[in-house]
């Protein structure tokens, strides 16, 4: 069987999946021998959903996608199905560097009842410019040929080197229609964000960094999918619930703190190490290679730092 065969393509759905608010990009935990702990990532994920996440983006940045296979990202989605996550609260990432991978990755996670999914850009190869990255979207929707597929473009060019341009959201757009649905924006620019959502009515942009959630949302964005939800997932669900009043700017205040700890202590290593002292359990620390675990001192510094903020975690 040729797997890289292209299907008939489908009619582009006529409505927005309407994915909003809350979602947290999280964490995956690993046991000792580097294996996914979906019964222990299945209570973190029931733990933000039961404390104001609206959604969750598994298997991100964060989540360290890259670092599983395809195999395994498929059983982890499937796992934490069966441990009692709803699917529709689940935006999977599904973008790899193979558009064949993200096919398999993308038709998994609509098999189990994912609204949406988030797909990265082939990320190896540099410079490719926007016809080619038109072709590897097109690739992956055309082959994946489903009416339930909703696209999110994951923008971070931080990470991936390889930028989602206005045009190429308005190319797809414009041959797809709602089927390409929206994006995690984790540039920090909220200029652009924005103008991504002035150039293509009813797009709908997720903040993926915490200091340009309120501001997008006061510009017609729909959510935030952060890494720090991992530890606010109140705060944030506040920013969102108070959006149009000023009643948003405490909380938005909070989340600058607790984001900035998070920064200073290099992002991921701090969140498990946070997540680790809240739950009382030292399996958070441990990620998967080639990150590395925080050391004694950098946590002893770290909760000096998160205990200033005055912020603390909601209870277990």
Not at 152 to 174: E, G
Request: with cysteine; proline share 7%; hydrophobic share 45%.
């Amino acid at each position: 069987m040729n797997d890289i065969a292209v299907a008939p393509r489908v009619k582009p759905v006529g409505s927005q999946p309407n994915l909003k608010g809350v979602f947290a990009a999280a964490l995956t935990p690993v046991n000792a021998d580097f294996t996914p702990d979906i019964k222990l990532h299945a209570a973190h994920c029931k733990w933000l959903l039961a404390n104001g996440c609206d959604g969750l983006g598994v298997l991100g940045t964060t989540g360290e996608a890259a670092s599983f296979s395809v195999a395994e990202r498929i059983a982890i989605v499937e796992g934490l199905v069966k441990e009692g996550i709803p699917a529709a609260k689940l935006l999977p990432g599904t973008g790899c560097a193979a558009f064949t991978d993200s096919v398999t990755l993308t038709k998994a996670a609509l098999d189990i009842g994912a609204k949406g999914v988030l797909v990265l850009p082939p990320f190896y190869y540099k410079n490719v410019g926007d016809d080619g990255l038109a072709d590897a979207y097109s690739a992956i929707i055309d082959r994946v040929n489903d009416p339930r597929l909703f696209l999110y473009f994951y923008h971070f060019p931080a990470m991936s080197a390889v930028p989602i341009s206005h045009d190429l959201i308005a190319r797809l757009r414009q041959r797809y229609g709602h089927t390409v649905a929206g994006m995690k924006d984790s540039s920090g620019v909220v200029e652009n964000m924005v103008g991504a959502l002035k150039k293509n009515p009813g797009f709908e942009v997720f903040a993926g960094a915490d200091p340009a959630f309120l501001p997008l949302l006061r510009d017609g964005g729909v959510g935030c999918i952060t890494a720090a939800c991992n530890l606010m997932p109140d705060v944030l669900a506040k920013i969102y619930a108070n959006r149009d009043s000023a009643a948003a700017e405490a909380p938005h205040a909070t989340a600058l703190k607790v984001r900035e700890v998070v920064a200073k202590h290099g992002g991921i290593p701090a969140i498990r190490g946070l997540v680790a002292r809240h739950t009382g359990n030292k399996q958070w620390l441990r990620p998967r290679p080639p990150l590395s675990a925080p050391s004694e001192v950098n946590l002893k510094q770290l909760y000096a730092d998160m205990d200033a903020t005055g912020y603390k975690m909601p209870a277990l």
